[in-house]
């Protein structure tokens, strides 16, 4: 079964750092975001893409985020300055979109811990 | 607004017992309600889903309910197993073409022995 890969799975960073996380989405999938769960808590949307752009980004989502996807397989956040608050667990989901197939599928996670 | 209230937060039961776990939303816009089982340290797994077009939708021991009236919808698990524990996390989405999920904040689900 096709499922979202996330590397790495695990991060540890020294604030002020940049960090970027990468997702391998389904392969015939067309919406791509990301999430975020701060330990403990739900689960939260920063971004959405389609089409090679943003469609939506939340409040979480300022200047210090950017999303890429530089080829036809990778889906990748970066984090230009890392600060505590930072921390938690991104998940990448990934939806097909069409008609009736809209169940996001979600990664493993990438574990971030800005120390 | 998007926001989805989840109750309760903590749930324990007997194995065998049901469970029920609610969530309400306000925009009327709400089209699509799935619910996500995530296990600790793991992603976040769809477990059952249901349209607005729909009222009740069943998949073995787990069924869910939907009010659009009320504008809220229930999580039912009946013959509780000690494996149904973990984290269920109700979500909803709008119509449009973004498909973003708001969630819930979660109900700690455990299942006593």
């Known amino acids: 079964e096709p499922e979202v890969t996330q590397t790495p799975s695990h991060q540890v960073t020294q604030m002020g750092q940049e960090v970027i996380l990468r997702c391998v989405p389904i392969s015939n999938h067309l919406y791509f975001y990301w999430y975020r769960q701060i330990l403990g808590q739900k689960v939260e949307f920063l971004v959405s893409?389609?089409?090679?752009?943003?469609?939506?980004k939340s409040e979480i989502f300022d200047d210090q985020f950017s999303v890429e996807r530089p080829d036809g397989s990778n889906f990748t956040l970066k984090i230009r300055s890392t600060k505590l608050e930072d921390s938690a667990m991104y998940f990448c989901a990934s939806l097909r979109g069409q008609t009736m197939n809209t169940e996001a599928f979600f990664g493993q996670g990438t574990r971030l811990t800005v120390v | 607004g998007e926001n989805v209230e989840q109750h309760p937060s903590t749930l324990s039961v007997q194995e065998g017992d049901s469970a029920v776990i609610k969530c309400t939303y306000s925009d009327s816009a709400s089209n699509y309600f799935p619910w996500y089982k995530q296990e600790l340290g793991k992603r976040p797994q769809l477990i059952i889903d249901i349209r607005s077009n729909v009222g009740e939708k069943k998949d073995q021991r787990i069924a869910v309910t939907l009010n659009k009236t009320a504008k809220h919808f229930s999580l039912h698990i009946t013959e509780t197993q000690p494996e149904d524990s973990a984290v269920y996390f109700c979500?909803?989405?709008?119509?449009?073409?973004?498909?973003?999920?708001?969630f819930g904040k979660g109900t700690l689900l455990t299942v006593n022995p």
């Open positions: 893409f389609y089409n090679n752009e943003i469609s939506e």
């Open positions: 979500a909803r989405r709008s119509g449009g073409s973004n498909y973003k999920l708001t």
